[in-house]
């Protein structure tokens, strides 16, 4: 898909690597400053309880559907032209949505937003492949631990922010500034694009890919950490308020399982050298999370930060996984294929999980059901991160069918 640029000087090593960290800070942005003032827009728009559910529901659909047309885009544009352009929607729709008064031009104008999130979830492992091929685990951890500060620092600061501005409107559009200060370094960088033009033997054809056992692998291993994660950020701290907790304590709570997560990624690097070509590590992110889970089912009161830590270790499943992408392919061209598979097809799925767990908790009248199936998507992660595990690279799979 994509050809590889000429090597960056030690300086220009340094300019990516920060203008990758500054884009992955940007793509949970408009999720997560969003959350935090959902009763202020509610009120402000008249927007009912069913719109509001549509609104949280969207970042995983938008993140699937324009996801999977990123190859497209890659192709004709290149790498840094596409980062530039997530970053211009991005700050495009978090603007625009905190000027309108129509709760149908707000879900649009939000969508233009997730949209280039969702660009930019899928470009990540290949820009980290064409730069850093000599430091994927590295830098992968750099944007992981960025991804999850950008949610964290949005959900914290919009409250504050939105009170010193005069409403959430201010505190909501003021995340727009860190896009603009995000696309410098890409305009800069612009001249030296990674752009694709590949012969047509170079080329993944996505009917081709899908069919690897491998890509099914992390298809699964994405699609069950996502939904276990998505789940997680809309009902945990609702489980927690119907055992007795506080919602204060519940949103700290919550607040744990992200904060955990970050000291974990950045730690990944050395994990990942420790254990080699083993699946210890997804073991160890199914068994805290099963061990979270169940925590959460069956003493839900009793030690609440214990089960808030454990789901927070489980959360390095999301950056190992899109660590994988990278190290199980030999090209550029395979990575950007294995991306666009892995996060537009595993967050296709992956919204069954904050619809399912309501869903079922509607039907029963408890939150047995829905906890038990949580604690299933454990063991998804355990099986499909051993196959993923292994030394097998996409290109190697797919073997004679390439030119099918």
Partial sequence: MTTPSPAPT????????????????????????????LGSVRDDLAMSATVAGVLTTLPVVCFAVFGVGTAGLVRRAGLHRAAAAVLVLVAAGIVTRSLVDSTVVFLLCSVVALAGAAVGNV???????????????????MYGASLMAGASLASAATVPLSDALGGWRQGVGAWAVLSVVALVPWLLMLRRDVHGSPEAHDRLPMSVVLRSRLVWAMVLLFAAQSAA??????????????????????????AVVSAVGIPLTLSLPWLMRLTGDTPYLPWAFAAVTAIGWLGVLVAPATTPWAWAVLLGLGGGAFTWSLTMIARRTRTTAGTAAL???????????????????????????????PLVCLIGLAAVIAVCGTVVARPVMLEDTLGARRGD
């Fill in 10 to 37: 030690t300086g220009g090593r340094w300019l990516v690597a920060a203008a990758i960290v500054l884009l992955a800070a940007n793509l949970r942005v408009a999720v997560g400053s969003i959350g935090v003032v």
């Fill in 123 to 141: 470009i990540l492992p290949p820009l980290v492949k064409a730069h850093f091929p000599d430091r994927i685990p590295l830098v992968s951890s």
């Fill in 229 to 254: 994660a998505y789940a997680q950020f809309g009902w945990f701290a609702e489980i927690l308020t119907d055992a007795g907790i506080s919602d204060g304590s519940a949103g700290a709570l919550l």
């Fill in 339 to 369: 991306s666009v598979a892995t996060q537009g097809f595993g967050y296709l799925i992956a919204g069954l999980g904050p619809f399912g767990v309501g869903a079922l908790h509607d039907a029963t009248g408890s939150w047995t059901a």
